[in-house]
T-cell receptor, first 111, second 113 residues
Framework: DQQVKQNSPSLSVQEGRISILNCDYTNSMFDYFLWYKKYPAEGPTFLISISSIKDKNEDGRFTVFLNKSAKHLSLHIVPSQPGDSAVYFCAAHHTGNQFYFGTGTSLTVIP | EPEVTQTPSHQVTQMGQEVILRCVPISNHLYFYWYRQILGQKVEFLVSFYNNEISEKSEIFDDQFSVERPDGSNFTLKIRSTKLEDSAMYFC???????????FGPGTRLLVL
């Protein structure tokens, strides 16, 4: 049961441009969303989160947007840097201790 | 900066053997998790652990899996009788509260032959 979906397995962006990574979810009970970045041979690293009471959260070059009516969130990275090249996972949470992860989007930032 | 550590980094085992994957969560964290990622697939939740007991588990976490916090610092995942399909990267994570940021360890790559 794929409750969190990342429909783009990969994305390539020129350095300096904006990267937009998308995530859709099906469960309207999700109340907290996170983005993680993962480099090969490492564990996921927390990037940014957003509560369902907000529609935007910003941290430096990273902004997460939440559209509850569309059950959609996106991560914007601007400007994109080569070091941002990694796999990005969105994750969602509702009551309980379980987080549901998407399948990931592999971002390549081209110098 | 505190971090979650996992040992071993790689484990190769024969089908049917028992394996124990070890994790040391961040010391002041109260919630502990195991996830796995089969090559090329999504990160899948296995189990969460709080107050010395399982608080939630997924369908994947069947009777062959068990978790333990034997000594107040380590958090272990035991697979009693490994199957080929258990081959995956296993990640441990911990968090101070829920929902809060989970900090992940570097993972243990398990290969079952």
């Amino acid at each position: 049961d794929q409750q969190v979906k990342q429909n783009s397995p990969s994305l390539s962006v020129q350095e300096g441009r904006i990267s937009i990574l998308n995530c859709d979810y099906t469960n309207s009970m999700f109340d907290y969303f996170l983005w993680y970045k993962k480099y090969p041979a490492e564990g996921p690293t927390f990037l940014i989160s957003i509560s369902s009471i907000k529609d935007k959260n910003e941290d430096g070059r990273f902004t997460v947007f939440l559209n509850k009516s569309a059950k959609h969130l996106s991560l914007h990275i601007v400007p994109s840097q080569p070091g941002d090249s990694a796999v990005y996972f969105c994750a969602a949470h509702h009551t309980g201790n379980q987080f549901y992860f998407g399948t990931g989007t592999s971002l390549t930032v081209i110098p | 900066e505190p971090e979650v550590t996992q040992t071993p980094s790689h484990q190769v085992t024969q089908m049917g053997q028992e394996v124990i994957l070890r994790c040391v969560p961040i010391s002041n964290h109260l919630y502990f998790y195991w996830y796995r990622q089969i090559l090329g697939q999504k990160v899948e939740f296995l189990v969460s652990f709080y107050n010395n007991e399982i608080s939630e588990k997924s369908e994947i976490f069947d009777d062959q899996f068990s978790v333990e916090r034997p000594d107040g610092s380590n958090f272990t995942l035991k697979i009693r009788s490994t199957k080929l399909e258990d081959s995956a990267m296993y990640f441990c994570a911990s968090s101070e509260w829920v929902p809060e940021t989970q900090y992940f360890g570097p993972g243990t790559r398990l290969l079952v032959l």
